[in-house]
């Protein structure tokens, strides 16, 4: 009789943390603490996290990321959120048995581009204009069994908006999808 009631206060209890996060980036109290962060390594801590996860789904993971597209003014706790959740999602609805992730990274003159791409099932074209909008959910038969709020990609592309960026999504439905984010980079490469 508990294992509900506590199952119903933890799922309120994380509705509640996204909603509050979501409405802090919406808002534009941007509470992003900036700093020079290496984004590359943040990507391999959060796979690091993952790990567990990884080696159930018999993931791939491929990591394509040279050095000069590492090094970024962020919020280092924002954009392990991002890549949290991009990758958990991946994971979750992900095909298991044959799932490979291709993370990217390259910078121009202007922004820093990363590209999480899998290939699993896609995202369906009638659900692609909404997977960024607040309480959506694609995968709405699974939604309870899943734990999601429904906010992840929203809280995403706030957090991506707060650092001046962009987040775009490619997919074809049987082919998997790519997410693209881009962030501004200063003139003068920074270092850590």
């Known amino acids: ?4 009631f506590s199952t119903a ?6 509705l509640i943390e996204d909603l509050l996060s979501i409405s802090k980036m919406e808002s534009r109290a941007r509470l992003l603490e900036l ?3 290496n984004l590359h390594d943040l990507m391999l801590h959060v796979l690091e996290n ?3 996860t990884i080696a159930e ?3 791939r993971i491929q990591i394509e990321w040279p050095e000069d597209a590492r090094i970024v003014q962020a919020d280092s706790r924002r954009m392990e959120q ?7 999602n991946a994971l979750r609805y992900g095909d298991s048995g ?3 992730l291709s993370i990217t990274a390259k910078r121009d003159d202007t922004h820093l581009t990363i590209a999480i791409a899998d290939n699993g099932p896609g995202i369906p074209l009638s659900a692609q204009p909404f997977i960024f909008d607040r309480f959506y959910r694609v995968h709405k038969d699974r939604s309870r069994d899943g734990g999601g709020t429904g906010l992840g990609l929203s809280i995403v592309k706030n957090i991506i908006l707060a650092h001046g960026g962009t987040i775009s999504v490619d997919s074809t439905p049987g082919h998997g999808a790519t997410f693209h984010i881009r962030l501004p980079v200063p003139e003068n490469p920074l270092t850590v």
């Open 1 to 4: 009789m508990w294992k509900p």
């Open 9 to 14: 206060l933890w799922s309120l209890n994380l």
């Open 35 to 37: 700093d020079s962060a």
């Open 50 to 52: 993952l790990a567990t």
């Open 57 to 59: 789904t018999k993931v």
């Open 82 to 88: 991002v890549y949290l959740n991009l990758l958990t």
């Open 98 to 100: 044959d799932l490979v």
